[in-house]
């Protein structure tokens, strides 16, 4: 199971941090992706971080911006979001995949498993 949190309605410029809880497996064993998807626009991967070393991964339109991370004590997996725009508002949600490669981990086709999302609205 995944339990995303964190989102709501930010200024342009601010901060937000998404978490993604995950219950049911191995953290370490699963890639974990974060997608978005804006209304009238194709759903995008946005930030993965893989299973096993967590080598992370970021679109070119978050990068430099956002920062994935992951705590495996508190089985948790978030998404530091700065200098929003208001083209970041979106449905936020995470995934979990335990086949996906390297390569892949912004592909949301490889991921199997999804929580329910949060949104995140920037506007001023």
């Known amino acids: 199971q995944l339990v995303e949190s964190g989102g709501g309605l930010v200024q342009p410029g601010g901060s937000l941090r998404l978490s993604c809880a995950t219950s049911g497996f191995t953290l370490e064993h699963y890639a974990i992706g974060w997608f978005r998807r804006a209304p009238g626009r194709e759903r995008e991967g946005v930030s993965s971080?893989?299973?096993?070393?967590?080598?992370?991964y970021y679109s070119d339109s978050v990068k430099g911006r956002f920062t994935i991370s992951r705590d495996t004590a508190k089985n948790t997996v978030y998404l530091q979001m700065n200098s929003l725009k208001p083209e970041d508002t979106a449905v936020y949600y995470c995934?979990?995949?335990?086949?996906?490669?390297?390569?892949?981990?912004?592909?949301?086709?490889?991921?199997?498993?999804w929580g329910q999302g949060t949104q995140v609205a920037v506007s001023s």
């Open positions: 995934a979990a995949s335990d086949r996906a490669e390297s390569g892949q981990l912004l592909l949301f086709r490889v991921y199997d498993y």
């Open positions: 971080i893989s299973s096993g070393t967590g080598v992370t």
